[in-house]
């Protein structure tokens, strides 16, 4: 039996990397604005502090699994999710562009200082049987990088007069 080959189908059939990074990237900044937006329902007046964040988790997860290179993606995400919210809030222009920036860019600098830290003090995959492995992966993930984001969220409002 002669099974074709990459070569013989079609470009459209064809799975181009960049495609796959691109549609992954976007999905994945459909998932975290969507969860953000949710999470937001929590959030404490004006509407950028939350105590609990999934949209968090879902991007370490996200860049655990499928490599930093979906960073991108929390990034638009994390962009599109508080443009939103200065939007509905009626914000000045650099509250609404400038603003969701800084903040966008401190959640994919969490994102990917948690996977980096966890692939290199825990592993990854890591089964994680062993009591030292849970407790690194928790305090990796869900403690230090996680501080990451709100320092720079809170630094980029301060700037910015919010």
């Known amino acids: 039996m002669n099974l074709p ?18 549609a992954g990237s976007i999905l994945l900044a459909l998932a ?9 329902l929590l959030a404490v ?20 699994i499928w490599g930093y290179r ?12 508080n443009v939103w919210v200065a939007l509905a809030q009626g ?4 509250h609404t562009w400038g603003v969701p ?17 966890i692939r290199r003090w825990v592993g990854y995959p890591a089964p994680l049987l062993n009591g030292r492995d849970v407790l690194r992966f928790l305090l990796l993930g869900a403690f230090v990088s996680a501080l990451i984001s709100p320092s720079v969220g809170v630094t980029v409002l301060w700037l910015a007069g919010v």
């Open 5 to 22: 080959s990459s070569v013989d189908r079609p470009l459209s059939a064809q799975r181009s990397p960049l495609l796959v990074w691109a």
């Open 32 to 40: 975290y604005a969507g969860i953000g937006r949710l999470a937001l």
């Open 45 to 64: 007046p004006p509407g950028y502090a939350t105590a609990v964040f999934p949209s968090a988790g879902v991007a370490l997860a996200a860049l655990l």
């Open 70 to 81: 979906y960073g991108f993606g929390v990034l638009l995400g994390s962009y599109a999710l």
């Open 91 to 94: 914000a000045a222009p650099l």
């Open 101 to 117: 920036l800084g903040v966008a860019l401190g959640a994919a600098l969490q994102a990917l200082a948690g996977a980096a830290l």
